[in-house]
């Protein structure tokens, strides 16, 4: 954390106290910046907001902390979701099809125009797609679970066939790094929690590069 971050940081807790009337010395504050310098400024930020709208007293070193940590953690979660996501890149190509256990990696992947396209891409034409799952990732992550989102997303040789229930192949499972018969999917992503919601197939028909949407 730089200066003019460690002035943000100061300024956001004089305000605080001020809403508490609270008087902070300067050897204080200190020490508040001091306890909270490790860590990223707009956590920093947010969770002393977050602190100011769920507690009726000055927030301490600890709370901050607290909520800081809570954030670091999901931005963790999503980096470590997002290496799922090139590891199905690596496995399955344009071909096969996939899924993930956890129902925000498939929410994000909805919502960042998934076709079979982003199987195609290297790693340096995915990077504004992670820039983007990230921040979706990290918002579902966090909520309550009440979200439509795909069961899994076809691959190439599921979408060329003639009729949607011709096809009794394998689906890639990220988290599991294996492939699991078709038949079991939903039984394995309804196991995981939090319960995940069904969402209907697409027509017979489809074309290859198209997402299965929520």
């Keep these: 954390m730089n200066n003019d971050e460690k002035l943000r940081i100061k300024n956001a807790l004089m305000v605080c106290a001020e809403l508490f009337n609270r ?16 860590y990223p400024i707009d956590n920093v930020l ?3 907001k977050s602190c100011t709208q769920e507690i009726s007293y000055m927030p301490t070193i600890a709370d901050i ?9 999901i931005h963790v979660m999503a980096e470590l979701a997002w290496s799922y996501v090139l590891n199905v890149i690596d496995v399955c190509g ?5 899924t993930f256990k956890d129902k925000a990696i498939r ?16 790693r340096t034409e995915t990077h504004w797609k992670k820039r983007d799952f990230i921040e979706s990732y990290k918002v579902f992550a966090e909520s309550n679970g009440n979200y439509d989102a795909p069961n899994y997303f076809s691959g190439i040789i599921e979408i060329n066939n003639e009729k949607w229930e011709d096809f009794k192949g394998k689906i890639y499972v990220a988290e599991l790094k294996q492939f699991v018969e078709q038949e079991d999917i939903m039984k394995l992503i309804d196991g995981y929690k939090p319960k995940l919601s069904l969402v209907d197939r697409k027509p017979k028909n489809q074309i290859a590069g198209v997402k299965i949407n929520a």
């Design 46 to 48: 947010h969770a002393l």
């Design 23 to 38: 008087n902070l010395s300067e050897g204080v504050l200190e020490i508040y910046i001091s306890s909270l310098k490790e």
């Design 65 to 73: 902390l607290k909520k800081v940590k809570n954030k670091t953690d």
């Design 94 to 98: 344009i071909y096969e099809s996939f």
């Design 107 to 122: 929410k994000a992947i909805s919502l960042i125009d998934y076709d079979v396209e982003l199987c195609g891409c290297n």
